[in-house]
Every structure is written in structure tokens, then in C-alpha cells.
């Protein structure tokens, strides 16, 4: 497995020129050399301790949870290794241990997908964290070279995959059968046996399945390391609520081509295992926290002002919480609602990241671009 010589963040994730604008060029966009100065008068005596432990409870979590996936995936390559990936052999003598295997995978990455969701905002809108976000939840392929991962993946058949997206994208669409080029190929998957293919049945590229399971373990790993050298400054935690929040727009988007709402027409090949309006409460509850840590320090810029701030990023998290257990009790969204609703949060979302840039600016701490 290699790395290309650059991490390109994606341009929706570092929507700061748009955070400043709302700030009524009050606020100053700094770089990632803002870091090595010491903190404003302002900023000393904050404690953002609880922040780095919420976010090291959730990289263990993902290291756990993505070693269960890589061994799921060594099982499988095992048990195709042994038809000598004769893929119709392999249905034909080993169904039952197929189909076992397949649910297994599924079930074990609805568990990982959360552990990662639920830290996203922590990950993705920290600078010196958020190429990790890129390699495992949001880089895009070789397709998109301004958004695409900086890594090849490597079969152990010497197979390569260049950019071949981010490790949540390959292992999900892999286990669920959504994207045809990592399907094995010349079968049929009918897991079950009864002469039809339903949705979930999926025979994955044994070769490339285990490549990938064994990249996303590696690099939870390397986040997890990465996330225990981290000590979080008001910078960090001021630079993560102005990248993350306004983000809404891009998650209904997704939300609205997903299987949840286009169903069979979805041109979403990932996000199958869990809506994305479950993502969208994961990450909004983990700014909530990150927020809850930092807002004695932003009400030294404007008491009102701060807890209007955390009103509105509460009010906005139960927004999207509330949308999730409607879907997850059997409501079905149109895509023109979803439209509708992505709008709203996003017009909410943005009035936020404003706030607490002008917050920043007072306090004079500078908002990191990466």
C-alpha cells in the first residue's frame, strides 16, 4: 500500500472562506502555523480535556471494530482461497459459510460505521487530524483528483488500485455488492439459495475485499496513534465547529441519492447500511460536545451571544436527530423534501460556523485553514 505525495482535503470540508463571510470580516482566516503560537490571554486556563478523551474513546473503538471487519475479510479470502476463487465453486460448496460471512461483514461494519461518524467532526475539522478523514470516510476516487485519497491499494495477487476511494466507500460496497468492480466475478450472488439475487446478497472480490480490511485496520490504527499525540487548543476546537457545522448541504444531498429515499434508482452506491441522517446526529452530537467544552471561553468574546450559539447548535442536532427517528420508524422522505430539509439545516448550520467565527476574531484566535 502506497501513499501519493500530497493529502488534498476536500474543498467541502474546509468551507472557511464561507465562515468568514458570515463573520461580516470581523473574523482573520489564519493558516496551520497559528498552532505553534501560544494561546491569547483570552484562551488561557481552557480545559478541552473531555473533547480529546470523547475522541479516543471512539478511535479504540474504530481500531476494534475495524480489526473485527479485517478478520471477517481474512475468513472469506481463506475460504475463496480454497475453491482457488472459483467463486461458483465456492457458492456451490460453501453457501451457508458464504452467506454467514457476508451477514457477519455487514453486521460488523454497521457497527464501525458509527464509531467513526460519531468522532467526524473531531477528525475532519482538526487540521493536523484531517487527513485521516479523508483516507477513511471522505476522499473520493481517482475520478475526482481534487477530493481523491492519497493512497493505492495492493491485492495480495499484485493487483493495483489507484485512488481507489476511501476505505468506509471500499468496504461497504464491497460487502454489499453496489459497486460491480469489486464483485467476483461470473457468479451470481445468491446467498440464500433460492434462485433469485435480493439486496444485501454479495459476493465480494475475495482479493480485493482483504486488501481493503486490512488498509481501513491499519489506518484506524494510525488515527488512533495520531489521536493520542494530539493536544486539542481552542483553535482546534474553535476551527472544527466553523468546518463541520456547515456541512448539511452535502450529507442531504447524499441522503436524497441513497437507497433510503431513491430506493432501486439510488445513484449512491455507499451509505446503504445506515441513512445518512444518522450520520448527519453523529456528527452534529459530536460538535454539541466539542461546543459544550469551548463555550466558556467563546462567552468571554459575548455571554448572550455563546449561549444563543449553543441553543441553536442543540436545537439543530435535535433537528437532525428527529428527521433519523422519523426515517427509522418507517417515514419516507421525498427528494424534494430532503432538499427542503438539507436547506433549512444548512441556512441554520451556516448562521452557527458565523458565530462562532466572530467569536474567534474577539478573542483573537485564528481559525485554521489545514
Sequence with gaps: MTFATEVRIPMTRLALAAACAFALALAACGNDD??????????????????????????????????AV???????????????????????????????????????????????EQMEGVVAGVPSLADYDVI???GSDASDPETAVPFDLETPAGREFKQPGNFNYLIETSIFGT??????????????????VEFGEAVPDADFYVAAARGFEKYAKELDGAAREWEPTPADALTALVVMTPTMSEYFEAWKNSRFIAG????????????????????LGGLVLVYDNVEPLVAKADTQQAAQTKQS???????????????????????????????????????????ITQAAAKLNIEIQEG
Design 179 to 196: 459497486e460491480p468492480k469489486f464483485r467476483a466475478k461470473g457468479v451470481e450472488p445468491d446467498l440464500d439459495g433460492d434462485g433469485k
Design 70 to 116: 479485517r478478520q471477517n475479510a481474512e475468513d472469506y479470502y481463506k475460504l475463496a482461497k480454497s475453491t482457488d476463487f472459483d467463486y461458483a465453486a465456492l457458492l456451490e460448496q460453501h453457501r451457508a459459510e458464504v452467506r454467514d460471512l457476508i451477514e457477519q461483514a455487514q453486521d460488523g461494519f454497521a457497527k464501525a460505521n458509527p464509531a467513526y
Design 313 to 355: 447548535l442543540t436545537k439543530l442536532h435535535a433537528f437532525a436527530a428527529q428527521l433519523r427517528d422519523k426515517e427509522a420508524g418507517g417515514r419516507k422522505y421525498t427528494a424534494e423534501e430532503a432538499d427542503t430539509l438539507g436547506s433549512q439545516a444548512q441556512e441554520r448550520a451556516e448562521a452557527i460556523a458565523g458565530q
Design 136 to 138: 477513511i470516510d471522505a
Design 264 to 283: 432501486d434508482k439510488a445513484t449512491e452506491k455507499a451509505f446503504v447500511v445506515a441513512s445518512r441522517l444518522q450520520d448527519i446526529a453523529d456528527i
Design 34 to 67: 497559528s498552532k505553534s503560537e501560544p494561546d491569547p490571554p483570552a484562551a488561557e486556563g481552557t480545559d478541552l480535556a473531555a473533547i480529546k478523551d470523547y475522541l479516543l474513546e471512539h478511535t479504540e473503538q474504530l481500531v476494534t471494530d475495524s480489526g
